[in-house]
């Protein structure tokens, strides 16, 4: 069993940047490709980035490539999301999740309860 927990979300300006963490508990953190997806109201959540186990590969939607990066810290069980070039339609909702496997399509095993972004223009 993996609890993850999202923290650093805000409200921000156009422009600006944030750093969302999610914390992982468990021993087993390593073992977990990592991604982090979002929800604007009215939207189906959407995929932004994901990062292997080691952390030596990582993919990102089109509309966040440039902007945001996923790194993560086996180390302290957390991935991150750093955001700058913030912009409106970045305001969402975000999840961090697990899987068991890497790639596009691939099931997610555990979610976070979410931390909210709002992008003021």
């Known amino acids: 069993q993996v609890q993850l927990v999202e923290s650093g979300g805000g409200l921000v300006q156009a422009g600006g940047s944030l750093r969302l963490s999610c914390a992982a508990s468990g021993r087993t953190f390593s073992s977990y490709a990592m991604a982090w997806l979002r929800q604007a109201p009215g939207k189906e959540r959407e995929f932004v980035a994901a990062?292997?186990?080691?952390?030596?590969?990582?993919r990102y939607a089109d509309s966040v490539k440039g902007r945001f990066t996923i790194p993560r810290d086996n180390a302290k069980n957390t991935v991150y999301l750093k955001m700058s070039s913030l912009k409106p339609e970045d305001t969402a909702v975000y999840y961090c999740?697990?899987?068991?496997?890497?790639?596009?399509?691939?099931?997610?095993?555990?979610w976070g309860q979410g931390t909210q972004v709002t992008v003021s223009s």
């Open positions: 999740a697990a899987s068991a496997t890497y790639g596009s399509g691939t099931p997610y095993d555990y």
């Open positions: 990062i292997s186990r080691s952390g030596t590969t990582t």
